[in-house]
């Protein structure tokens, strides 16, 4: 069994500032972790994705996560936001065994970025 | 250009009228998989496929029906719809190694 939890369905940033958006997962095997993004109007696009190599992960639009396991979490950050970030954040777990493809993602709820300019 | 297409993007229809929601993909994956996004719930899997004639329920199936005839679609079947249907629906597809899911743009389904 695994499950997401997202602390916070919205947050909201000012241009230029820290984001920080907070996942805790649970998996009764080692787990893949995932963050999606979705713009409005559009599908979810891979944002970056953790398969137990280095535990700090880069990916695109200069977010990064870090994989801790004696906390269970993998909280994405980004240094500074731009007007651009504003979307909504998914982060999934997938058993390694299935490598995180479409049939073994499990969502958190979500969390709505809105930036201030 | 590699792509998961679903159709159609938008539909309103009324409670009882059987549709049909269409996936497909070009990128020759053996995994597809259809999810419904509702408000404070993210995306919960509805049902998945690990290749052709080999589907599965995942944690939301009832009231859906799906079939795998062919590798590269994966259609999704509302029998009898119903307003709790009404929802967002995507469609995501990987291969078997499994590095990466990719989604559709999704299709905002109304039943009133």
């Known amino acids: 069994a695994q499950s997401v939890t997202q602390l916070g369905s919205h947050v909201s940033v000012s241009e230029g500032a820290l984001v920080l958006l907070r996942c805790n997962y649970s998996s009764s095997v080692p787990p893949y972790l995932f963050w999606y993004v979705q713009y409005p109007n559009q599908g979810l696009q891979l944002l970056l994705k953790y398969t137990s190599a280095a535990t700090l992960v880069k990916g695109i639009n200069g977010f990064e996560a870090e994989f801790k396991k004696s906390e269970t979490s993998f909280h994405l950050t980004k240094p500074s936001a731009h007007m651009s970030d504003a979307a909504e954040y998914f982060c999934?777990?997938?058993?390694?065994?299935?490598?995180?493809?479409?049939?073994?993602?499990?969502f958190g709820k979500g969390t709505h970025i809105f930036i201030q300019p | 250009e590699a792509q998961v297409t679903q159709n159609p993007r938008y539909l309103i229809t009324v409670t009882g009228k059987k549709l049909t929601v269409t996936c497909s993909q070009n990128m020759n994956h053996e995994y597809m998989s259809w999810y419904r996004q509702d408000p404070g719930l993210g995306l919960r899997q509805i049902y998945y496929?690990?290749?052709?004639?080999?589907?599965d329920k995942g944690d939301v199936p009832e009231g859906y029906k799906v079939s795998r005839k062919e590798k590269r679609n994966f259609p999704l079947i509302l029998e009898s719809p119903s307003p709790n249907q009404t929802s967002l629906y995507f469609c995501a597809s990987s291969n078997r190694l499994n590095t990466e899911a990719f989604f559709g743009q999704g299709t905002r389904l109304t039943v009133v």
């Open positions: 496929s690990m290749n052709v004639e080999v589907t």
């Open positions: 999934a777990v997938s058993p390694a065994y299935s490598g995180g493809g479409a049939d073994g993602l499990t």
